[in-house]
T-cell receptor, first 112, second 116 residues
């Protein structure tokens, strides 16, 4: 799986959009971009994933650059409950767990 | 509530004790996983089971012994652990090894283990 680089921490004001960047310059053509988050003292939670196109669901939007070397997770209206560590992961399709490598992630602090 | 339940949530044990961690999933999944999360370290995959059969052992020391009696239950038996084994142990499940259409893992809340 390709390696990802994320800023270690970010702050965001409550109600504003949180934009979390991720670099994955060595991504291969068959690798997907996944985002998970881990709220304190809980297990990681799936947020969204994509291959080439931008994706949106009820939790977030995922913007992938045309060259696929970077992506941005957008939480459109951050709340205090969105305070968590956000992990950007790239992996091939196929095995869900045994090829899912979590790096250090970005610790997002949403402030009132 | 993710549908994956882990017990106990907290466990303190001595190096000579034998204890077990339990994971149960109510999602109808066939694949189950154990992960280890140490302080300031990335999540590490330990074991993978698919339809009760172990498909992955990520070079885990033998003092950790997994057991998967059926597709809904997964255990991690612990014996003669070391203080450096103190960590958050996370169980996860997925719809087959592919994780279904979304390739998604569902995690439990973890068991916080402290080895004295």
């Amino acid at each position: 799986d390709a390696k990802t680089t994320q800023p270690p921490s970010m702050d965001c004001a409550e109600g504003r959009a949180a934009n979390l960047p991720c670099n994955h310059s060595t991504i291969s053509g068959n690798e997907y971009v996944y985002w998970y988050r881990q709220i304190h003292s809980q297990g990681p939670q799936y947020i969204i994933h994509g291959l080439k196109n931008n994706e949106t669901n009820e939790m977030a939007s995922l913007i992938i650059t045309e060259d696929r070397k970077s992506s941005t997770l957008i939480l459109p209206h951050a709340t205090l409950r969105d305070t968590a560590v956000y992990y950007c992961i790239v992996r091939v399709g196929g095995n869900a767990g045994n090829m899912l490598t979590f790096g250090g992630g970005t610790r997002l602090m949403v402030k009132p | 509530e993710t549908g994956v339940t882990q017990t106990p949530r907290h466990l303190v044990m001595g190096m000579t004790n034998k204890k077990s961690l339990k994971c149960e999933q109510h999602l109808g999944h066939n694949a189950m996983y154990w992960y280890k999360q140490s302080a300031k370290k990335p999540l590490e995959l330990m074991f993978v089971y698919n339809f009760k059969e172990q498909t992955e052992n990520n070079s885990v020391p033998s003092r950790f012994s997994p057991e998967c009696p059926n597709s809904s239950h997964l255990f991690l038996h612990l014996h003669t652990l070391q203080p450096e084994d103190s960590a958050l142990y996370l169980c996860a499940s997925s719809q087959g090894l592919t994780g279904g259409r979304r390739g998604e893992l569902f995690f439990g809340e973890g068991s916080r283990l402290t080895v004295l």
